[in-house]
Nanobody
Framework: QEQLVESGGGLVQPGGSLRLSCAAS????????IGWFRRAPGKGREGVSC????????YYADSVKGRFTISRDNAKNTVYLQMNSLKSEDAAVYSC????????????????WGQGTQVTVSS
């Protein structure tokens, strides 16, 4: 089965950092574009970042520009989201998703989703 599994979430202080991982099983990520999305309580799903197959094209939501970095290691079949200078408003469940087309920030255009990993930002 084609599956995505996120990891790396947890509790962090404001200003701290976390690195999320999105690992694929059952298929190779090297031909897929990957997006990171998040959903906070009481809010809709928000596109955070996305990356194309080669890793040479990346995109970020305005709210995370300069703080988050998306990357991929196709040899490890994994995509990462480095999150620095975390704020309370970054707290959410973060999910990764895959699609065969160009990277976009529209959830309905992605084919495969992970279950998500919780990020909590609290002092």
């Amino acid at each position: 089965q084609e599956q995505l599994v996120e990891s790396g979430g947890g509790l962090v202080q404001p200003g701290g950092s976390l690195r999320l991982s999105c690992a694929a099983s059952g298929f190779s990520l090297d031909s897929w574009n990957i997006g990171w999305f998040r959903r906070a309580p009481g809010k809709g799903r928000e596109g955070v970042s996305c990356i194309n197959e080669s890793g040479r094209e990346t995109y970020y939501a305005d709210s995370v520009k300069g703080r988050f970095t998306i990357s991929r290691d196709n040899a490890k079949n994994t995509v990462y989201l480095q999150m620095n200078s975390l704020k309370s408003e970054d707290a959410a469940v973060y999910s990764c998703a895959a699609r065969s087309g160009p990277p976009v920030s529209i959830p309905r255009l992605y084919n495969y989703w992970g279950q998500g990993t919780q990020v909590t930002v609290s002092s």
